[in-house]
């Protein structure tokens, strides 16, 4: 794990957010190391719980999305199909544009998770479309090898977004 922290400070990510169970680990390393890395409520230390949203934030373009206009909700436990245009028991994020709406209407912060859909999204694809859509942070699960390379992505999408609609 410590590793994977060092990485991730290299590749220039200064916040992560752990449960308070990582605390006592975080404490060690940061002091081990010498690191300034934060916790999200480091950073905003007046934020209490329910001052941001956390919302799974990605777009249904992949390769193993149905067509919206087949999706029906709570289609979990439904019968599958093993024909691609309808239900075959992959795509737990059935209305993104539902999301994006409830995101552009808010006023409170909004981190996007599960933004990658397991791998089935690039995250130079998906980057821009998250914040473009509404989300002021992400929250990205990754491979140690994967850390450098998405944080740069991530920085070259924020440095050059152009239709960002939040403040």
Request: hydrophobic share 40%; with cysteine.
């Amino acid at each position: 794990m410590y590793e994977t922290l060092v990485l991730a400070e290299k590749g220039v990510i200064n916040t992560i957010n752990i449960g308070f169970s990582s605390n006592e680990f975080l404490a060690k390393y940061k002091k081990s190391f010498g690191s300034k890395i934060q916790v999200i409520l480091q950073v905003a230390p007046n934020m209490k719980k329910d001052d941001y949203y956390m919302k799974i934030m990605h777009h249904d373009r992949y390769w193993s999305d149905y067509p919206c206009e087949n999706r029906i909700p709570f289609a979990v436990n439904r019968k599958r199909y093993s024909n691609q245009n309808r239900l075959h028991d992959n795509v737990f994020y059935l209305f993104s544009k539902r999301t994006v709406d409830f995101v552009r209407r808010t006023n409170v912060p909004v981190m996007g998770f599960k933004i990658l859909d397991a791998g089935a999204i690039k995250p130079d694809d998906v980057f821009r479309w998250a914040f473009e859509n509404g989300t002021d942070f992400i929250c990205v699960d990754m491979f140690d090898f994967q850390i450098v390379e998405d944080a740069n992505i991530c920085m070259d999408t924020i440095a050059n977004l152009s239709n960002r609609n939040r403040k």
